[in-house]
């Protein structure tokens, strides 16, 4: 049954704007995203199964590719641009806001923008956040970007970086698209070796963080590991 078939009060659309979008599934949202469904199913029906798809998560679907999303059905080029500028816009309003004010005095927006910046993934990268001497974001820099299984961050490099950006503080972040946000005991060297190197140029490593999923994320301060 198509969802124009449907009483109102549970048309996607007609629930938002009576309800407001926190009342509605992630499903729903996306119906509305999606607005037609294709032969034989809703829109509703098309966005259950593209999430499922992407193991009932809309952070993983969003972070395909353009061409990965053209190719699911009910999609295609047109839709696949406009979910992904979506996705982007949604990761810029988080970042917006950071340089104005101290980053950790809103720990949860850093966090929210490191889950939408890394948790899709299919590959290991490995970035950093430069803050001034107040923690204000200067900028985020992509540093190196690995493997499924490994990737290579020169402590030089990482130095190198934070003097060009003049930073005084850093939040290091990684992703590992195992889906296991426990730190490795390569990744608790890692973090030394670069709090070393870093503090040799008055730069201090203030958290490192493991994106391991849209709901899993470890903080290296939070644990004890820095």
Request: neutral net charge; hydrophobic residues 55%; contains cysteine.
């Given at each position: 049954?198509?969802?124009?078939?449907?009483?109102e009060d549970e048309r996607p659309r007609e629930r938002?704007?009576?309800?407001?979008?926190?009342?509605?599934?992630?499903?729903?949202?996306?119906?509305?995203f999606l607005r037609v469904g294709t032969r034989g199913k809703s829109a509703v029906e098309l966005a259950r199964e593209l999430l499922t798809a992407?193991?009932?998560?809309?952070?993983?679907?969003?972070?395909?590719?353009?061409?990965?999303?053209?190719r699911l059905p009910g999609l295609g080029p047109a839709k696949a641009a406009q979910l992904a500028a979506s996705m982007e816009l949604a990761r810029r309003a988080l970042a917006e806001g950071l340089p104005a004010r101290d980053v950790f005095s809103s720990p949860a927006a850093v966090r929210d923008w490191?889950?939408?910046?890394?948790?899709?993934?299919?590959?290991?990268?490995?970035?950093?956040?430069w803050l001034d001497a107040q923690n204000r974001l200067i900028t985020h820099d992509e540093l190196f970007r690995g493997t499924l299984t490994q990737t290579s961050v020169y402590p030089r490099e990482v130095v190198k970086r934070a003097?060009?950006?003049?930073?005084a503080g850093v939040v290091l972040a990684h992703n590992h698209p195992s889906g296991i946000a426990e730190p490795s005991r390569a990744d608790e060297l890692l973090t030394r070796t670069l709090k070393q190197a870093?503090?040799?140029?008055?730069?201090?490593?203030?958290d490192h963080f493991i994106v391991a999923g849209p709901g899993a994320l470890l903080s290296?301060?939070?644990?004890?590991?820095?």
């Open positions: 049954m198509a969802i124009r078939d449907w009483p938002l704007l009576k309800l407001g979008p926190e009342a509605l599934s992630p499903a729903e949202l996306l119906a509305i992407h193991c009932g998560s809309l952070s993983r679907l969003a972070g395909a590719s353009p061409a990965e999303l053209a490191l889950r939408l910046r890394l948790a899709p993934l299919p590959h290991e990268v490995f970035m950093a956040l003097l060009e950006r003049n930073a870093l503090s040799l140029v008055d730069v201090k490593v203030l290296f301060s939070e644990r004890g590991l820095l």
